[in-house]
């Protein structure tokens, strides 16, 4: 049976690096929720203004809205042999929408959980900055640019994403923990939970990860 890799976690827990890394060695395609909704908030429509607004204040979008974007990607061929989604579920009513998704597509969802201390997230998230040229990321308590504010690489000014700002990211952690934090016990129930400590170096965690998924797969 072909599967779902689900990532969950805090926001700033690194779950789109380990869902590029997991892409890369499985040839799933990784699916972010949060780059689909980003783009469509570049619309120019009333759902895009929606989203735009609904980002901009730190609020998590409608479960609806969420779902008609995961059932339309999936739906393109590069999917039928599994898929990563990396910001979808985060509550267990989306957690049902993706059970009957899968059961139609003959797909099995394994979750896994990223967990990373809230001060080091805090950091991460509000110390963040993205060269709007090239896509380098920077951050400001842990790869600061050489100069402040710009780019090391082609001297583009900094940009830093609008739901970055202490008081959405705040707003984003009491979030998660009200409305995502009971998906864990949902997946553990059913012996599809994976944890894996998100702090340290990005390619040990990865290992480590590859081989918790592969031992579950096996059982």
Excluded: W
């Excluded at 380990?18 to 009333?46: C, F, H, N, V, W």
């Excluded at 998590?60 to 059932?71: G, P, Q, W």
């Excluded at 009971?182 to 939970?193: D, F, Q």
């Amino acid at each position: 049976m072909s599967r779902v890799i689900v990532i969950i976690g805090p926001p700033g827990a690194g779950k789109g690096t380990q869902a590029r890394l997991l892409s890369e060695k499985y040839g799933y395609p990784q699916i972010s929720t949060g780059d689909i909704l980003r783009e469509m908030a570049q619309a120019e429509t009333a759902l895009g203004q929606e989203i735009r607004e609904t980002l901009a204040s730190g609020k998590l979008v409608s479960d609806e809205i969420l779902a008609e974007v995961i059932r339309t990607r999936t739906a393109r061929p590069d999917c039928q042999n599994g898929y990563i989604l990396d910001g979808f579920p985060r509550t267990i009513n989306q957690a049902h929408q993706l059970e009957e998704l899968a059961d139609q597509q003959q797909k099995e969802v394994l979750l896994v959980r990223a967990m990373v201390h809230e001060d080091v997230l805090f950091k991460r998230l509000t110390g963040r900055h993205t060269c709007p040229k090239c896509g380098e990321i920077y951050n400001v308590y842990f790869r600061p640019p050489k100069v402040e504010g710009v780019c090391d690489l082609d001297g583009e000014a900094l940009k830093q994403r609008s739901d970055d700002n202490p008081e959405s990211v705040k707003r984003r952690f009491a979030e998660y923990k009200t409305a995502t934090a009971p998906l864990i016990e949902y997946y553990r129930s059913s012996g599809r939970l994976i944890e894996i400590d998100g702090e340290g170096k990005v390619q040990e965690i990865f290992e480590k990860l590859c081989s918790l998924i592969e031992g579950l797969i096996s059982r």
